[in-house]
């Protein structure tokens, strides 16, 4: 034990022991894990390569698409080669400050990832339910206000709990249930009371990803109901095209999370490590998936990506 800054006896660093139950499920997912990471990153280093280098796709609407790459390139490289260096070589332990810094970045950036899929929403409400005021209203200066709403309104919101929970007197007690350092895995070693840091994580996850979630599904039955009134030939599918890939995303994005919820509810009828699985899986998944999606679905970005290639030939 050495003593932690606050004066309280702590510990120094932690140990995450990823998969306490089932310690084979290291080995069968360290492979596609792997892959997932590099395809995560090359989709996502190609998808902003191609947006930034072809002028055709210098509009609000990619401009936010390139803001979610930027968000989910950090997502993982803050959480899959630490999990891979545990499955790979065993190195357990990471730094006190290392961890709360990572439950910081986790926290924050699924937040602003929340925030950014809600903006995209009301991009494609606007699109579909005002398209002669489009150009007006989502401009540049609109990108640019509402990237700055969403690094400052979650950058602020999210730093209190991991303040917190790196203030509480850890009694020696160092290994996490977990493969990243997430608040209730981290806080409940301590021998302090975390009923506050449970109350704020519960708060705080429902107040910015529930309020999220809403307004997206708000836009979104607003976009339904303007799509079912038009009456032209062909129209209906435009309209739903130019939103299709958006949705899928933010389906899966709510699909995972409704399912850790869940399983985290149900703790007593599944394993305790399938939480730790959804908990990674959830940090490359979908970073994997959006360049992928928007890059099939949208014919400017392939089109794009085709266009970078033969001059790269």
Known sequence: MTPHRNGSTGVSEFLLNCFVRSPSWQLWLSLPLSILFLVAMGANGVLLITIWLEASLHQPMYYLLSLLS??????????????????WFDLKSISFDACFLQMYIINCFYAMESCTFMVMAYDRYVAICHPLRYPSIITERF???????ILARNGIVTVTLPILSSRL????????????????????????DV??????????????????????FLSYGLILRAVLRLKAEGAMAKALSTCGSHFILILFFST?????????????????DVPVL???????????LNPIVYGVR???IKQGIQRLL????
């Not at 007197?169 to 990243?180: A, D, H, K, L, P």
């Not at 959804?278 to 994997?288: G, K």
Request: positive net charge; charged residues 15%; aromatic residues 6%.
């Open 70 to 87: 930027l968000l989910d390139i950090v997502l993982c490289l803050t959480v899959i080669p630490k999990v891979l260096t545990i499955f």
């Open 143 to 149: 990108v640019a206000k509402a990237a700055a709403f």
């Open 169 to 192: 007197n850890y009694c020696g007690r160092n290994v996490i249930e977990n493969c990243i350092c997430a608040n209730l895995s981290v806080s409940k070693l301590s021998c302090d």
């Open 195 to 216: 009923t506050i840091n449970r109350i704020l994580q519960f708060a705080g996850g429902w107040t910015l990803l529930g309020s999220d979630l809403i307004l997206i």
């Open 256 to 272: 995972v999370l409704l399912v850790f919820v869940l399983t985290h509810m149900m703790k007593k009828k599944v394993s305790p």
């Open 278 to 288: 959804l908990n990674v899986l959830h940090n490359v998944i979908p970073a994997a």
């Open 298 to 300: 949208t014919q400017e």
């Open 310 to 313: 033969k001059k790269g030939w």
